[in-house]
C-alpha cells in the first residue's frame, strides 16, 4: 500500500489488510500495458485474497479469471498482512466485484487464520501453487503474490511494486527468460507459458536477478 500516510496511518505495516493508494491503483491499471504481456494476456490469474492483491489482479487483468489462492499470502503476519474477511467483504461489495465476492465468500471459513509455521511454509507454498498451474490447461498465467513470499519461491528475487518477473514452467522446471534455473523439480507441464509474479507491496529491497536454489 503506497504512502499509506494518506490514510491516516504512521505507518503501512500498521493498516489492517491494506489497501492500495491512488498511486497503487494506477500502477495496477497500468500492468496490461507491461512487455511481458505483448504475446498475450493472461487466461489465468491467481492471487491472494488480500484486499490489495485482489485489487491489483482485477483493476491489472478484469475480474473473469481470477482465482483466490489463501495459501499466496503473505509470510508475516503484521496488521497490514492480516487479512479481514469483513473489510474484504466490504470493499469487493462497494466495488461491484459481484463474480469475485462469490469467489471470496466460497474460501475455507478460517482461511485467514496462519498460524505458528505459516512462514516457514513460504517455500512449500510457493512450489504447491505451481504444481496447481502446472495441472491447468491455461498457457498464459499471472500470479499476484507478496515481497517476502515471492522472494522465498523465486529463490531470492527481490520484485518492487508491480513489477513483473516474466518466467517459463516447462518440463517440470520454473526458469526466466534467460533461461536460469529458479525452481527445479516440478511437476511437468503440456506446453509453455509466461509466468508473470508482481508485488502490490512496499518492499526495501531492489530487483536482484534469481539466484538458482539448491535442491
Excluded at 516474466?166 to 536460469?180: P, V, Y
Aim: aromatic share 6%; hydrophobic share 40%.
Amino acid at each position: 500500500a503506497n504512502a499509506a500516510r494518506s490514510h491516516g496511518a504512521s505507518s503501512h505495516y500498521l493498516m489492517e489488510d491494506a489497501m492500495l493508494t491512488p498511486l497503487g491503483e494506477e500502477q495496477a491499471r497500468s500492468l496490461m500495458t507491461n512487455p511481458a504481456f505483448k504475446s498475450g494476456m493472461p487466461a489465468l490469474v491467481c492471487a491472494s485474497p488480500l484486499r490489495r492483491t485482489m485489487q491489483t489482479a482485477v483493476l491489472g487483468f478484469g475480474e473473469s479469471g481470477v482465482v483466490l489462492r489463501p495459501d499466496l499470502q503473505e509470510t508475516g503476519n503484521m496488521p497490514c498482512d492480516a487479512a479481514s474477511t469483513s473489510l474484504g467483504r466490504e470493499m469487493l461489495r462497494e466495488r461491484g466485484w459481484a463474480g469475485l465476492a462469490q469467489a471470496y465468500a466460497a474460501l475455507p471459513h478460517d482461511w485467514q487464520c496462519k498460524g505458528p509455521k505459516w512462514g516457514a511454509s513460504a517455500a512449500a507454498r510457493f512450489e504447491a501453487c505451481l504444481q496447481w498451474i502446472a495441472r491447468r490447461p491455461e498457457h498464459i498465467v499471472a500470479l499476484v503474490g507478496h515481497h517476502d513470499f515471492l522472494r522465498v519461491g523465486l529463490g531470492g528475487c527481490s520484485l518492487d511494486y508491480c513489477e513483473v518477473l516474466s518466467c517459463t514452467l516447462q518440463a517440470g522446471e520454473l526458469r526466466n527468460l534467460e533461461g536460469e534455473l529458479i525452481m527445479p523439480e516440478l511437476p511437468p507441464r503440456k506446453g509453455s507459458g509466461i509466468f508473470a509474479c508482481f508485488a502490490p507491496q512496499p518492499c526495501a529491497h531492489r530487483n536482484r536477478r534469481p539466484r538458482p536454489r539448491p535442491c
